[in-house]
């Protein structure tokens, strides 16, 4: 089965989970999974720009749905917190009215000019985690290189470790299949040495990876301007959004211990709370939870799912608003905890 079509399996199997999760929770079944409180993911905000091939959509949700999010919380009883609140709220008794914190990894200039007014429309606070190197424009983002780069190439030549090898791009099953070689080279290879062999890769074919960084995420003034508004709060993301897990310790302190510097150069505010890039258990292990913690973080949070317990300060679950599954039926199929126990977590 080859990318595209597994990727495609696997969005169906979802919605079809969302859907009958959907389905129990307006039946009144399966009230005690809802917990405390949920904590959602979201990384793009902003008006959809339809492409035929899109290996980051799940990444992007539109304003409209994000007002679509809040009014349904809002509705069925959610009051809205900023993140260093979590554990606090975790620690009360139970009983009260359920909360939702709002989380944006990477810095994206759409997180301030469109995710910013709908926040303000239902005063929900949000936590946006900065990546040094992305918003000095240092560093790349591969994803978005690489769905650029396939977008317009009809073949490249690339050495994945076995020589030179032929790439055709000519359709979106070849450009998914491609994608995943690449994102499977960055992960099992030195990431950094992987990622600067395809920013090669992208120059040679008249793409400037950094160019597409500086377009995309939030410079120092912008990050300011943000700070300053009393419902945005900014966390760590690291320098070169790695994985810290695949580092050595003392290159992973560094990459949080600076992350966290830089923010409060840009803030004035010691950040409080750090996104493992990736958040994944391969990429976020509990040593890197104790290197948060020594770091004095008082949250850390990862991208995997699961509603927030006491326990997990240092390795927080969150629930990802998906550009997939962008219905309001399914919001209440997320914050009810359902689909979770249905995949037995």
Same mark, same amino acid.
């Given at each position: 089965?080859?990318?595209?079509?597994? /990727? @495609?399996?696997?969005?169906? !199997?979802?919605? $079809?989970?969302? %859907?009958?999760?959907?389905?129990? *929770? =307006?039946?009144? &079944?399966?009230?005690?999974?809802?917990?405390?409180?949920?904590?959602?993911?979201?990384?793009?905000?902003?008006?959809?720009?339809?492409?035929?091939?899109?290996?980051?959509?799940?990444?992007?949700?539109?304003?409209?749905?994000?007002?679509?999010?809040?009014?349904?919380?809002?509705?069925?009883?959610?009051?809205?917190? /900023? @993140?260093?609140?979590?554990? !606090?709220?975790? $620690?009360?008794? %139970?009983?009260?009215?359920?909360? *939702? =914190?709002?989380? &944006?990894?990477?810095?994206?200039?759409?997180?301030?000019?469109?995710?910013?007014?709908?926040?303000?429309?239902?005063?929900?606070?949000?936590?946006?985690?900065?990546?040094?190197?992305?918003?000095?424009?240092?560093?790349?983002?591969?994803?978005?290189?690489?769905?650029?780069?396939?977008?317009?190439?009809?073949?490249? /030549?690339?050495?994945?470790?076995?020589?030179?090898?032929?790439?055709?791009?000519?359709?979106?099953?070849?450009?998914?299949?491609?994608?995943?070689?690449?994102?499977?080279?960055?992960?099992?290879?030195?990431?950094?040495?992987?990622?600067?062999?395809?920013?090669?890769?992208?120059?040679?074919?008249?793409?400037?990876?950094?160019?597409?960084?500086?377009?995309?995420?939030?410079?120092?003034?912008?990050?300011?301007?943000?700070?300053?508004?009393?419902?945005?709060?900014?966390?760590?993301?690291?320098?070169?959004?790695?994985?810290?897990?695949?580092?050595?310790?003392?290159?992973?302190?560094?990459?949080?211990?600076?992350?966290?510097?830089?923010?409060?150069?840009?803030?004035?505010?010691?950040?409080?709370?750090?996104?493992?890039?990736?958040?994944?258990?391969?990429?976020?292990?509990?040593?890197?939870?104790?290197?948060?913690?020594?770091?004095?973080?008082?949250?850390?949070?990862?991208?995997?799912?699961?509603?927030?317990?006491?326990?997990?300060?240092?390795?927080?679950?969150?629930?990802?608003?998906?550009?997939?599954?962008?219905?309001?039926?399914?919001?209440?199929?997320?914050?009810?905890?359902?689909?979770?126990?249905?995949?037995?977590?």
């Amino acid at each position: 089965m080859t990318g595209l079509l597994k /990727r @495609l399996a696997k969005r169906a !199997a979802i919605g $079809a989970g969302l %859907e009958l999760s959907w389905l129990i *929770a =307006a039946a009144g &079944l399966m009230r005690q999974a809802r917990g405390r409180g949920v904590v959602f993911t979201l990384h793009h905000v902003r008006p959809h720009v339809p492409e035929a091939f899109e290996p980051n959509a799940h990444l992007e949700i539109t304003p409209g749905f994000l007002d679509t999010v809040l009014r349904r919380l809002k509705r069925e009883g959610y009051r809205f917190v /900023r @993140l260093d609140q979590v554990p !606090a709220l975790l $620690a009360e008794p %139970e009983g009260g009215k359920p909360f *939702a =914190a709002f989380t &944006l990894d990477d810095g994206y200039i759409n997180n301030l000019e469109h995710a910013l007014p709908v926040f303000e429309q239902h005063r929900a606070p949000f936590t946006v985690f900065v990546a040094k190197g992305f918003a000095e424009g240092s560093h790349s983002i591969w994803w978005e290189t690489l769905a650029i780069l396939l977008r317009r190439s009809g073949e490249l /030549r690339f050495d994945f470790g076995r020589g030179s090898e032929r790439l055709a791009l000519d359709d979106p099953q070849q450009q998914w299949d491609a994608f995943d070689r690449f994102a499977a080279f960055i992960h099992r290879s030195d990431e950094a040495r992987a990622v600067a062999a395809i920013d090669m890769l992208a120059r040679e074919n008249g793409i400037e990876p950094t160019d597409i960084t500086r377009a995309l995420v939030m410079e120092p003034g912008q990050l300011q301007r943000l700070a300053t508004h009393p419902l945005a709060t900014l966390g760590a993301h690291t320098i070169s959004h790695r994985a810290l897990a695949r580092l050595p310790e003392a290159e992973a302190r560094i990459e949080m211990q600076v992350s966290a510097d830089y923010v409060e150069a840009v803030t004035g505010l010691r950040p409080k709370t750090i996104a493992y890039p990736y958040g994944t258990p391969e990429a976020a292990t509990s040593r890197e939870a104790a290197i948060a913690r020594n770091l004095g973080f008082e949250l850390a949070v990862t991208t995997q799912p699961g509603l927030p317990a006491a326990a997990q300060t240092g390795y927080l679950s969150r629930i990802s608003l998906n550009g997939f599954y962008q219905k309001r039926r399914y919001v209440s199929a997320l914050a009810s905890g359902i689909p979770l126990k249905l995949m037995g977590k």
